[in-house]
């Protein structure tokens, strides 16, 4: 898909994945965006993207920094009040502005480590996914991490490394699918 077929398009490609319709029955309540983690440093909420996509105003939604920065960590989904499945449709935003070339460098290989870094584990472990990150895009930028991550780390926030005993042929197979 490229960015001309955008506005024609992107709610067959959504409806492909989730109901619209769903989208458009938020009440903007903001608790997936209190539940996010990295909305304080997202150009917009999982809130906002919500209401963008459910408006139909989908190129901001493509072109936002919230739908790499998400960690699918589900604390926007399981506490909507409505059932929204809010982490679903950041990873289908994030796919379609990959398809659509509106991600920038960075966001691409933000996008393709966490990838990376899942299959690996099957489940995503920070630490690693933040180091490969820097040192595809800017290796400076981990000097800058020291402060953060010793205070995760003093706070048990940053654990070694542990493989998920769930068979991951399957979420292998998903992603190979596109899924």
Partial sequence: MDSSQLNADWEEEILGFKDVALLRTCIQCGTCSGSCSVAPIADYTPRMIVNLVARGDIKPALSSSMIFLCTNCLACSTRCPRGIPVADLMVKLRNM???????DVEDR???????????????????????????????LSLLSMRDAALSLFKHGKLGLPVKSNADLRDLKKKFKEGG
């Fill in 109 to 139: 290989a933000a996008a393709e480590e966490f990838v990376r870094n899942l299959l690996k584990r099957g489940r995503l472990y920070e630490p690693e996914f933040m180091i490969r990150y820097a040192m595809r895009t800017s290796p």
């Fill in 97 to 103: 502005s990959i398809a659509a070339d509106l991600a």
